[in-house]
């Protein structure tokens, strides 16, 4: 709260995009909660997990970052960092990478890590876990209009989703 004060505020993009969704899921999946049963047909939007990571989601939206967020495209968070504003995305390394390259004074400054743990694990895209993978295949069955049991194999995707932080001193 006292960075985007200041300033440097927290880039999560809260669009419709699949950053926004990765990181949705990390928060939503470090809380317990999940989209769909292991059953792969019931919804489980409605759980207490769930609603908790959403009232976080909230917290850290109004505390912590600022309403450009919600019209981010999948690059918004990189030039965030990139421009020594952000104070934190949650991105793959990419982002950092990027930066050096181009930066390598602010990319002294910054700083790579695992995504944080939440009250029930520690989860990202690096970290998912076999019986969620489920939600992922579900999700893009559903997108593409394809019915149940179609598309089974999870296809490689973005692995290493981790957390970017400038320092400030």
Same mark, same amino acid.
């Given at each position: 709260? !006292?960075?985007?004060?200041?300033?440097? =505020?927290?880039?999560?993009?809260? $669009?419709?995009?699949?950053?926004?969704? %990765?990181?949705?899921?990390?928060?939503?999946?470090?809380?317990?909660?999940?989209?769909?049963?292991?059953?792969? !047909?019931?919804?489980?939007?409605?759980?207490? /997990?769930?609603? /908790? %990571?959403?009232?976080?989601?909230? %917290? &850290?939206?109004?505390?912590?970052?600022?309403?450009?967020? &919600?019209?981010?495209?999948?690059?918004?968070?990189?030039? &965030? &960092? %990139?421009? @020594?504003?952000?104070?934190?995305?949650?991105? =793959?390394?990419? $982002?950092?990478?990027?930066? /050096?390259?181009?930066?390598? /004074?602010?990319?002294?400054?910054?700083?790579?890590?695992?995504?944080? +743990? @939440?009250?029930?694990?520690?989860?990202?895209? +690096?970290?998912?876990? #076999?019986?969620? #993978?489920?939600?992922?295949?579900?999700?893009?069955?559903?997108?593409?209009?394809?019915?149940?049991?179609?598309?089974?194999?999870?296809?490689?995707?973005?692995?290493?989703?981790?957390?970017?932080?400038?320092?400030?001193?």
């Amino acid at each position: 709260m !006292k960075l985007k004060a200041k300033g440097f =505020p927290i880039g999560i993009g809260l $669009a419709h995009h699949d950053d926004s969704r %990765a990181s949705w899921r990390a928060i939503m999946w470090s809380y317990g909660g999940s989209e769909v049963a292991k059953d792969g !047909k019931t919804l489980t939007y409605n759980s207490k /997990e769930v609603r /908790e %990571a959403l009232k976080f989601n909230k %917290a &850290l939206y109004k505390d912590c970052m600022t309403p450009e967020v &919600l019209a981010w495209t999948m690059r918004s968070n990189n030039r &965030l &960092l %990139a421009s @020594g504003r952000g104070s934190w995305i949650h991105n =793959p390394i990419s $982002a950092y990478r990027t930066i /050096e390259g181009s930066n390598k /004074e602010l990319a002294d400054k910054i700083f790579v890590s695992l995504s944080p +743990r @939440g009250p029930a694990a520690r989860r990202s895209f +690096r970290e998912l876990p #076999r019986v969620r #993978r489920h939600e992922v295949q579900q999700e893009r069955r559903w997108r593409q209009g394809l019915p149940r049991g179609a598309g089974r194999r999870l296809s490689r995707g973005r692995q290493g989703q981790h957390s970017a932080t400038t320092c400030r001193s």
